[in-house]
């Protein structure tokens, strides 16, 4: 059973940083991803990276926000700066094993995380 754990959530003002890790309990992803879901809204597909190394990010945090990933320790990070209220939301980490031409989509990802709260304050 793979297993997704998130950490790195917590509240900031506009403007701060705050990182998000996510321990994998293996490591054959094809793709590994962070989407977010605010109350009343759908889950959307924030960053993604590939086992190749390239990555995909919705515009709104293009430019702010960088995926990296450590596979000697089956870690995947969101770094994200310049936090915008907008960005408050439940982050999921999240793990791909087939290839998709859809990397947002929220059904092509096998695995999922509990989430961890990121709220950012005016």
């Known amino acids: 059973q793979v297993q997704l754990v998130e950490s790195g959530g917590g509240s900031v003002q506009a403007g701060g940083s705050l990182r998000l890790s996510c321990a994998a309990s293996?490591?054959?992803?094809?793709?590994m991803g962070w989407f977010r879901q605010g109350v009343g809204k759908e889950r959307e597909g924030v960053a993604v990276?590939?086992?190749?190394?390239?990555?995909w990010y919705t515009d709104s945090v293009k430019g702010r926000f960088t995926i990296a990933q450590d596979n000697t320790k089956n870690t995947l990070y969101l770094q994200m700066n310049s936090l915008k209220p907008e960005d408050t939301a439940m982050y999921y980490c999240a793990a791909a094993r087939a290839r998709s031409l859809f990397w947002s989509r929220a059904r092509d990802y096998d695995y999922w995380g509990q989430g961890t709260q990121v709220t950012v304050s005016s």
């Open positions: 293996a490591s054959t992803f094809n793709r």
């Open positions: 990276i590939n086992s190749d190394g390239n990555t």
